[in-house]
T-cell receptor, first 115, second 114 residues
Framework: DAGITQSPRHKVTETGTPVTLRCHQT?????MYWYRQDPGHGLRLIHY???????DKGEVSDGYSVSRSKTEDFLLTLESATSSQTSVYFC??????????????FGPGTRLTVT | DQQVKQNSPSLSVQEGRISILNCDYT??????FLWYKKYPAEGPTFLIS?????DKNEDGRFTVFLNKSAKHLSLHIVPSQPGDSAVYFC?????????????FGKGTLLTVNP
């Protein structure tokens, strides 16, 4: 299994509070991703990173920001959590985006509940 | 609009029989297709992939077939085992400027009955 950990694994927070989720990898992979999984929607990309300090938006980025100051860590921040951000959040990594090596490997997930 | 579709939310098969999971896509620019398996409370696990230049890829009990003209792919599991019971996601990768992104279907819950 790819060395990916996420913390916390579960969190309950109140509307309007800031929340930061952490993804940590030990594979030294260049690319890191944040997804959310919701019933009826599959997995949707929030943000991704293609290197230290290099990040870009995915399809559902509103209300989220990210930072990557080290190869191994990718942080997802909800500046002011809303109930619509209640979801399961997955971090993923990949070694390459070229031909071959297209697989992304996922962490165990963080279940976030915003009350 | 949904570019990757898994039209069957669930599938039930008997142990030892073949499981066939289907996936349709609309974007002809996708260049790689992947299947992931997900157990409850775990992250998705990569199963098998296929390049758009191929029509079949096999790995043990798992075979993926790609029909580009029909924009359709399928995952065959033979023989099915109770441990295969999980949600299966089909995913597709965009080419060129979208090659960072995987687009996922909504998933199919496979139940393999002993």
């Amino acid at each position: 299994d790819a060395g990916i950990t996420q913390s916390p694994r579960h969190k309950v927070t109140e509307t309007g509070t800031p929340v930061t989720l952490r993804c940590h990898q030990t594979e030294n992979h260049r690319y890191m991703y944040w997804y959310r999984q919701d019933p009826g929607h599959g997995l949707r990309l929030i943000h991704y990173s293609y290197g230290v300090k290099d990040t870009d938006k995915g399809e559902v980025s509103d209300g989220y920001s990210v930072s990557r100051s080290k190869t191994e860590d990718f942080l997802l921040t909800l500046e002011s959590a809303t109930s619509s951000q209640t979801s399961v959040y997955f971090c993923a990594i990949s070694e390459s985006m070229g031909t071959g090596g297209v697989e992304q490997y996922f962490g165990p997930g963080t279940r976030l509940t915003v009350t | 609009d949904q570019q990757v579709k898994q039209n069957s939310p669930s599938l039930s098969v008997q142990e030892g029989r073949i499981s066939i999971l289907n996936c349709d896509y609309t974007n002809s620019m996708f260049d790689y297709f992947l299947w992931y398996k997900k157990y409850p409370a775990e992250g998705p696990t990569f199963l098998i992939s296929i390049s758009s230049i191929k029509d079949k890829n096999e790995d043990g009990r798992f075979t993926v077939f790609l029909n580009k003209s029909a924009k359709h792919l399928s995952l065959h599991i033979v023989p099915s085992q109770p441990g295969d019971s999980a949600v299966y996601f089909c995913a597709a990768r965009g080419s060129g400027g979208s090659n960072y992104k995987l687009t996922f279907g909504k998933g199919t819950l496979l139940t393999v009955n002993p």
